[in-house]
């Protein structure tokens, strides 16, 4: 394997790089987000930047947009070096960022987004004609339709992703950053995205294009460097590389660990979804229309890209969200209107896809956390009272058995690594020994002795005759841990298949092409 | 790198830190004092003297404390559910009528340890009444708690007095308030317990709610650390999105834990309705629910703590009306000005000295 | 003999060109002719009052006089507290032997006014604007309507309270308002008996060009020319007597009811008012004074049964 | 006394008592709008009436109190901001803790000087705002209708109750056609926006702060040395919450802040006058109700009843760029 660590590649070596990045180094008070970055992105070119979640990749990128200070290091755009300070100097320097997270007002309209900070002038009242006038057309321009007065609101994600493009360009960005762009956008919409950034290449602009989808990389860039845990692992020409090359690099091992599991023993039917749809608060159909069952003894895998309803499916069983329409029969019990509290009576763990957020009150200390939603149990206290003694036992046994460090059953949550964190909840939720269990992202930024040992639990889990539902996005866990597989994309289940699927097939299912 | 995340040991958070930001407050104090010419050491001095430094004294400022308790129980309380009860003040207003009816109805026939639970009842149930709209609204329409409850302040402001002038008067009496309690109606005053530390209470009305008091705080205590409930307010609290994963019911206990809450603010009415005045008046709780959030801000919303604070801003409000009198270019109103300067320092800027804070200790901890 | 006299103040603060300022000007007259020092206090909140009559009664003060009827409870308590301390208590009566009450017949001060009010009137509508709405203050209110019939049989008088808290005693923005709508009625000369909120009632009526009449002190020097007269009550001098009586050994418990007749009540004339006050209204006011004094003129006292002969 | 002639008297006592409302509410709406709650409009309005009363009875200059008062104000908003911006501290602790410091301050300062008991002196003449006769008031007073509203509800008032009205244009304008409020509104609703934008959010919330503390000094300054002649202890009494509830009642609109000032001074004039008075069939109304009704009307508002009022979205939350 060649290392190019550090190592500094471009296309053309004559050629100045658009930018550099020069031992680039970050920490979040623990937390050291970027270690040491090196990078070179050439001129007119698209770079792409993937790892997994929390390598560090959003925060290099807001880095290089001045929203956040670097610890150390340098940044050189164009050969030269400048001290980005904030993103009015990033801006300055021709670089325009897309965020992850849209940075849009709201209750403002497109246009009023679009010229914020470039207003022209300290009244609204002529500028914002030239202004509208120009944003025209730049939508002309590279095929980024939408309405100067529609309010952001109001937009489909896709049109506020395409704001946010204008913007940057009205800004005149020549460096355009995209962190994770399709992730919220459908299938149809990312490719509409795809022909917009070869447009912009084509006009010699440079794009940094972050992702965890390789599919993307391979099909859009030139150039990719892989992040994980916070360092700059390796940079290669698109050409010149694999999705397997990649995805080993991006995780650091071998991905296609594969489980040692038997066969699946199906017995009854203990959890059963008819005709559900779910709406988000926008009113934004994100499940629709789903059925399926999950019987003893198997684990149903439910691949996607994230964003095509798997959260909200995962929720509306869970009883955090309230379905629009259909049902949910939890061993022949219909549980719709029942809260996720009784929903656990009747025999059902989640975990949940975000630990900090959901399955964790990270100010709280550990023990406290090994009773979160199972809290009412008698075994936890009789009448109002908590018996806290019977309860630090009992965290303290799922500390050793799961291995949980440092064994601490005192300590704050927040002072737990995130893979013992993860392990916290996978504790509470399969010693409780549920009767159905919904599993959402289980290794989401775990290290591979945890995903191991977490994997093994839910497989142990099944053969104890339990039903498991399992939300990923990662195509290899779905594969190598499920029986079956449902894809969904779209907020409808569009096929269903065995556990030996080839990768590929998933994948085209998953992006909505064949069924 | 940012110093928000490092972590600090406990006796740096819960004891350093509030001790720093409350030492500045004084300081601040002081400058106002120097400012206006007088000496900031013998203000303080007379402080010190006029709240501890007799059996009366002190008495007066645990009188006050005791008031203090109650109001920062209810702030506390309601913080720990996420809740921002700014209405406590209104809280105790309201309860004080609970407390007075039950003493207008039994304290001709009863002793007052008959009348005492029906008065404990009554401001709780008058007080976690004046709470209940403002916590419905919350937990139901989602409008913030902090406007509701301070339009909930006028309001019951505004009842409070019509009901004192237009209906609880006496007839031919000057000011607004109701008729004396007899004794039934009142709670005795606490001369044997200042006489077991040798101290005479004389005059100061320290009476049997400063006990109440300290039960209530040890069942808060007992709330919000031992029981199921209590566990669901600190989810809710800290981390909403964990309680809808857990199952707590939010609408529940966003409402119970306000009617909790407006229960311990009505209950302030027991020391100064029953306990002080024997009769209720117009504006009795003259700000006790403000102090409530000092208190509770001082004392980071644990019993313990907001005993300590309460005591602390007995000893301002009672050595504070001495000072005054020794000092008359001083005026009580001087508290006033400590007590908002302790809100700020110890609640707004309470981070301001943090990463101050972690430089040194992490010098030191280096070192 | 040897003395320690202090004096407690209403709410209202020493200074409140009124009730509490005439109580000061008392202890100051006392203490310039003797040369004894004395000490006083100015409470902020009803709370403090109990607690500084008690300080003072504690450290030996003697004799120890709260100006105000908001202390009748603390003075109920504290003089029972110390029986070998004198005290005195003005605007309300506390029955214990240690303390003398003094009140005042404010309705024939306020007849008075009344009557000047009446006289000065072209509008022939007069106001009156009441602090706290206490029987005391009604007590004021009834007078004066007494004294406007008695010069204007026809007469209109409007009625305003500022409020029903201690808070109205020190609100002349509100004061202000109430005597803005007075006069949008019609009223030319208004009548003050709010405290410290009867600064707004003068400073409304002067801004407004109409008259204003004041009360407890003479204040008829706050907007020269634009105050007709002051129901003056004479607050000093039952601080003064207090003193003066202590000092020479003569002090008696007690109530003491000062009306026209012992001079506690009376209105005001100096160069401020004089060119407004024309020799009949003079001449009127004066023959009502000794007609009171002599019995023949009897003013109602709201107090005495609560309620005002229409 | 006619009907309308009553009206009349309502009127212009509602619009004299509205002034310091639509000041204050004013303030709000720049604070708020730029997502920085501030409850501490009512110690700002009571520093600031007692600094311009303090600085109109020492220099006799009613103008020089007005520039006391605004500075003092913006000084209270300096604070503020120092906590709630830079120091990302609660705001409405922030905001609670300085309205006990205006209202201990003030009397301390007060009594230390003027020995009055927190009260400063009257206020001379000259020292004052008085009231300005419009041109024609008088020579219209008698044409029927329309003459005694002008002459008795639209002219008569000092120059700060036009400045009042005024303001409400004003406040539209900048907040809705010039780029400083695009990019105040901006910064309440998403400072993240903003900040990518490459604006400096803590200079815009500082500024929308500011902004604030000036013109809570015109609403002290009114109160203390315009509509009385001194600085009264506590003179504010819940204007500053009143005009927090107008703010709120008119959902952070400057149009309909005027309205809602408008009807709470209303409210207000109508209880002054009601009072003692009793309404055919329903007997006397206790003024208290007229006293209680903003606050009721605006709970009615926030419980969705009339309309949804939606806060400023980044509203009372410190902008943490690093968490
Ligand atoms: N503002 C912040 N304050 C503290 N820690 C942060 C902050 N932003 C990111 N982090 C931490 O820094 C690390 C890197 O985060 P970053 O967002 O850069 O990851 P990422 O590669 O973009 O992940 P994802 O794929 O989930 O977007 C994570 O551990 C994250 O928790
Ligand atoms: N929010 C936080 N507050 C305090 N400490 C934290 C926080 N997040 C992380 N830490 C500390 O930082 C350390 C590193 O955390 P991080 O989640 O990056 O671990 P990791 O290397 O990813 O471990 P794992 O492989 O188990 O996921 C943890 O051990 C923890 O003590
Ligand atoms: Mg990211
Ligand atoms: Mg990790």
């Known amino acids: 394997m060649r290392d190019l660590k550090g190592g500094r590649l471009s296309l053309d070596p004559s050629a100045v790089p658009a930018i550099e990045l020069v031992g680039i180094d970050k920490s979040f008070g623990p937390v050291h987000a970027n270690k040491n970055i090196n990078l070179n992105i050439a001129k007119g070119t698209i770079h792409g930047i993937i790892g997994e979640n929390g390598a560090g990749k959003s925060t290099l990128m807001s880095i290089l947009y001045g929203f956040y200070q670097a610890d150390q290091g340098e940044i050189r755009i164009s050969g030269k070096p400048i001290l980005i300070r904030d993103s009015q100097a990033a801006i300055a320097a021709g670089i325009g960022m897309v965020h992850q997270h849209f940075m849009l007002v709201e209750n403002f309209t497109v246009l009023e987004n679009v010229m914020l900070g470039v207003e022209g002038g300290q009244f609204l009242g002529r500028s914002a004609d030239k202004a509208r006038a120009e944003l025209e057309r730049l939508e002309k321009e590279y095929g980024l339709e939408v309405d100067p007065d529609g309010i952001i609101e109001e937009l489909p994600v896709g049109a506020q992703q395409r704001v946010e493009i204008l913007k940057a360009l009205y800004r005149g960005a020549d460096i355009l950053i995209l962190d994770e762009p399709t992730g919220v956008l459908t299938p149809a919409e990312a490719d509409h995205l795809f022909n917009v950034l070869r447009v912009l290449r084509e006009q010699g602009k440079t794009i940094i294009l972050i992702t965890h989808k390789l599919r993307e990389i391979m099909a859009i860039t030139d150039s990719v460097s892989v992040m994980r845990r916070g360092e700059m692992v390796a940079t290669r020409k698109t050409a010149e590389t694999t999705v397997e090359e990649l995805a080993e690099l991006m995780v650091g091992r071998h991905v296609l660990l594969h489980v040692e599991k038997g066969e699946a023993r199906p017995g009854p039917v203990l959890l059963s979804v008819r005709n559900l749809t779910v709406k988000d608060a926008r009113g934004v159909t994100m499940v629709d229309n789903v059925s399926f069952d999950v019987r003893a003894g198997e684990i149903v895998g439910i691949a996607g890209v994230a964003g095509n309803g798997q959260s909200e499916l995962l929720e509306a069983i869970a009883g955090i969200r309230k379905p629009f329409s259909g049902e949910i029969i939890m061993d022949g019990q219909p549980v719709a209107g029942l809260d996720a509290a009784r929903r656990r009576d009747l025999g059902l763990a989640h975990i949940p896809e975000d630990r900090h957020h959901m399955g964790l009150v990270l100010k709280f200390e550990e023990y406290e956390n090994s009773i979160l939603g199972y809290h009412r149990d008698p075994k936890y206290g009789r009448g109002a009272f908590l018996d806290l003694n019977a309860i630090r036992k009992d965290a303290e046994d799922k500390i050793a058995k799961y291995d949980i460090r440092p064994p601490n059953a005192r300590l704050r949550t927040a002072n737990f690594s995130g893979g013992n964190q993860q392990k916290i909840v996978v504790a509470r939720e399969i010693e409780r020994d549920p009767k159905l269990l919904i599993v959402g992202q289980p290794t989401r930024g775990v290290d591979v002795g945890a995903i191991e040992f977490i994997h093994r639990r839910i497989i142990e889990t099944r053969d104890a005759g339990k039903a498991v539902l399992l939300v990923s996005v990662e195509l290899d866990e779905i594969r190598s841990l499920s029986d079956r597989i449902l894809v969904m994309f779209a907020g409808r289940i569009v096929g269903e298949k065995t556990g030996e699927t080839e990768e590929q097939t998933l994948g085209l299912m998953m992006a909505g092409i064949a069924a | 790198m940012t110093t928000a995340s490092v972590p600090l040991p406990n006796w740096i958070s819960y004891g350093l830190i509030p001790l720093i930001n409350l030492l500045l407050a004084f300081f601040f104090s002081g400058l106002v004092v120097w400012w206006i010419g007088e000496s900031p050491w013998e203000a303080l001095k007379f402080l010190i003297q006029g709240s501890l430094g007799r059996g009366d004294a002190i008495g007066f400022t645990l009188f006050y404390a005791t008031s203090f308790i109650f109001t920062g129980l209810s702030v506390a309380v309601a913080f720990h559910a996420g809740l921002f009860n700014i209405g406590s003040e209104g809280q105790a207003y309201v309860g004080g009528l609970g407390a007075a009816l039950a003493a207008l109805a039994l304290d001709h026939y009863v002793p007052w340890y008959v009348t005492m639970p029906f008065a404990v009842a009554g401001a709780a149930i008058f007080g976690a009444a004046w709470a209940f709209i403002p916590a419905w609204l919350q937990a139901k329409r989602g409008s913030h708690i902090v406007i509701t409850t301070i339009m909930f302040n006028f309001i019951g402001a505004a009842l409070m007095v019509y009901l004192l002038v237009n209906v609880l008067i006496v007839p031919g009496k000057m000011a607004p308030e109701t008729r004396t309690f007899l004794e039934g109606g009142q709670l005795p005053k606490l001369d044997w317990l200042m006489a077991l530390f040798g101290l005479k209470l004389g005059p100061a009305p320290f009476n049997v709610s400063f006990l109440i008091a300290l039960v209530m705080c040890y069942l808060v205590w007992l709330l919000i650390w031992r029981t199921k409930l209590g566990y669901e307010m600190r989810t809710l609290g800290i981390s909403p999105s964990a309680a809808i994963y857990a199952g707590v019911p939010y609408v529940r206990t966003v409402i119970i834990a306000m009617l909790i809450s407006g229960a311990l603010a009505g209950m302030m009415a027991l020391n100064a309705v029953n306990g002080a005045a024997a009769r209720l008046q117009v504006e009795f709780v003259a700000g006790a629910g403000f102090v409530g959030i000092a208190v509770s801000l001082m004392g980071r919303s644990h019993p313990v703590g907001i005993i300590l604070a309460a005591i602390l801003f007995g000893i301002l409000y009672q050595g504070g009306a001495d000072l005054s009198f020794e000092m008359p270019t001083i005026t009580r109103d001087m508290i006033v000005v400590i007590q908002g300067l302790v809100i700020l320092f110890a609640g707004a800027l309470e981070h301001m000295l943090r990463p101050a804070i972690v430089r040194v200790y992490q010098q030191i901890a280096r070192a | ?310 | ?323």
């Not at chain 3, 002349?172 to 208004?190: S, Y």
């Not at chain 3, 009867?198 to 002190?217: M, R």
């Not at chain 4, 500011?210 to 203390?224: E, M, R």
């Open chain 3, 1 to 310: 003999a040897e003395i320690k006299p202090a004096l407690v103040y209403g709410t209202g603060g020493k200074f409140d060109k009124s009730f509490n300022e005439a109580a000061f000007g008392g202890a100051e007259q006392f203490k310039k002719e003797t040369g004894v020092e004395y000490r006083d206090f100015e409470p902020t909140s009803d709370t403090q009052g109990e607690q500084a009559i008690r300080n003072f009664a504690s450290r030996g003060f003697n004799p120890v006089v709260a100006v105000s009827f908001a202390w009748t409870s603390a003075m109920e308590k504290v003089a029972a507290e110390f029986p070998d301390t004198k005290f005195v208590i003005v605007d309300s009566v506390v029955d214990l032997p240690n303390v003398r009450s003094v009140v005042y017949k404010e309705e024939e001060g306020s007849y008075l006014v009344g009557l000047l009010a009446g006289m000065a009137s072209q509008t022939g509508k007069v106001g009156f604007v009441g602090g706290m709405d206490i029987p005391l203050i009604r007590k004021f209110g009834c007078g004066y309507v007494q004294g406007v019939k008695a010069a204007k049989a026809d007469a209109t008088v409007f009625q305003n309270m500022v409020g029903t808290t201690g808070a109205a005693w020190n609100d002349p923005v509100r004061a202000g308002e109430l005597t803005k709508n007075q006069i949008d009625q019609g009223a030319d000369v208004v009548y003050a008996a709010a405290g410290a909120s009867g600064l707004g009632v003068l400073q409304t009526a002067a801004d407004n060009g109409k008259l204003g009449i004041g009360v407890d002190s003479n204040q008829n020097h706050l907007h020269p020319g634009k105050v007709l007269t002051s129901m003056v009550k004479r607050v000093d001098l039952a601080v003064y007597n207090a003193f003066k009586d202590t000092q020479d050994d003569k002090f008696t418990a007690g109530v003491e009811a000062l009306g026209v007749k012992e001079d506690g009540v009376t209105y005001a004339v100096d160069e401020n008012n004089k060119a407004l006050i024309t020799p009949e209204m003079s001449e009127a006011v004066e023959k009502a004074k000794a007609d009171i004094i002599a019995g023949t003129v009897k003013v109602h006292d709201y107090m005495s049964d609560n309620s005002c002969p229409k």
């Open chain 4, 1 to 323: 006394m006619e009907f309308f002639d009553i009206l009349v008297s309502i009127l212009g006592s509602a619009l004299r008592l509205s002034i310091p409302l639509l000041f204050t509410a004013l303030a709000g709406l720049f604070s708020e709008r730029a997502g920085v709650f501030d409850i501490g409009l009512e110690g700002k309005m009571l520093a600031a009436a007692f600094a311009s009363a303090c600085a109109a009875y020492v220099t006799g200059s009613a103008w020089l109190g007005l520039l006391a008062g605004i500075g003092v104000s913006i000084v209270f908003s300096l604070v503020h901001g120092f906590a709630s911006i830079t120091n990302r501290g609660n705001q409405i602790v922030s905001g609670v803790a300085l309205n006990f410091v205006a209202m201990g301050l003030t009397v301390v300062l007060g009594q230390a000087w003027f020995g009055q008991g927190g009260r400063t002196p009257q206020v001379p003449g000259d020292g004052r705002f008085s009231p300005i006769i419009l041109p024609g008031a008088d020579a219209v007073r008698d044409v029927p209708i329309i003459g005694p509203l002008y002459a008795n509800v639209i002219s008569g008032h000092n120059i700060l109750a036009y400045m009042a009205f005024l303001a409400v244009p004003i406040a539209w304008w900048v907040l809705f056609r010039t780029r400083f409020g695009l990019r105040l509104r901006a910064v309440g609703e998403n400072p993240g926006a903003v900040d990518t934008a490459g604006i400096s959010v803590t200079w815009m919330r500082y500024r929308a702060v500011i902004v604030a503390g000036f013109l809570c000094g015109f609403s002290g300054t009114y109160l203390a040395i315009a509509q009385s002649a001194a600085f009264i202890n506590n003179m504010s009494a819940g204007k500053g919450y009143i005009a927090l509830a107008a703010l709120i009642f008119a959902k952070w609109k400057p149009v309909p802040v005027m309205f809602a000032c408008l009807l709470f001074g209303f409210l207000d004039a109508v209880a002054n006058f009601m009072q003692g008075k009793s309404v055919p069939g329903i007997g006397e109304v206790p003024v208290q109700i007229f006293q209680a009704l903003p606050y009721i009307l605006t709970i009615v508002l926030l419980a969705g009843f009339i309309g949804v009022a939606h806060a400023p979205k980044a509203g009372g939350v410190p902008y943490v760029k690093e968490r």
